[in-house]
Nanobody
Framework: QVQLVESGGGLVQAGGSLRLSCVAS????????MGWYRQAQGKQRELVAT???????NYGDSVKGRFTISRDNAKNTVYLQMDSLKPEDTAVYYC?????????????WGQGTQVTVSS
């Protein structure tokens, strides 16, 4: 089993910054993709950013140029640096880890951390 624990959410004013962290524990494949997704109230969950074990990144259009995803494989941790925050970034942010191994797909989610950006 894999556990993902997020931290770093909170309340911040527009234009401010926050840094989210997600620590993975348990049995998982090192060649995994990790990422952040978010879900605002009344909306579907959407991609924020993903990063492969080799460091390749992908970002949702709404956060490009403002958010930076990174990972420390030695610490099994993925980070999301969020700068120039906007009220529309308000959402619950979820950490995700996924990988394919042989014929099986694995996909895990954290419990989420609330980010609120005030105007």
């Amino acid at each position: 089993q894999v556990q993902l624990v997020e931290s770093g959410g909170g309340l911040v004013q527009a234009g401010g910054s926050l840094r989210l962290s997600c620590v993975a524990s348990g049995s998982f494949f090192n060649r995994n993709h990790m990422g952040w997704y978010r879900q605002a109230q009344g909306k579907q969950r959407e991609l924020v950013a993903t990063i492969t074990s080799g460091g390749m990144t992908n970002y949702g259009d709404s956060v490009k140029g403002r958010f930076t995803i990174s990972r420390d494989n030695a610490k099994n941790t993925v980070y999301l640096q969020m700068d120039s925050l906007k009220p529309e970034d308000t959402a619950v942010y979820y950490c995700n880890a996924n990988w394919n191994l042989l014929a099986s797909k694995y996909n895990y989610w954290g419990q989420g951390t609330q980010v609120t950006v005030s105007s």
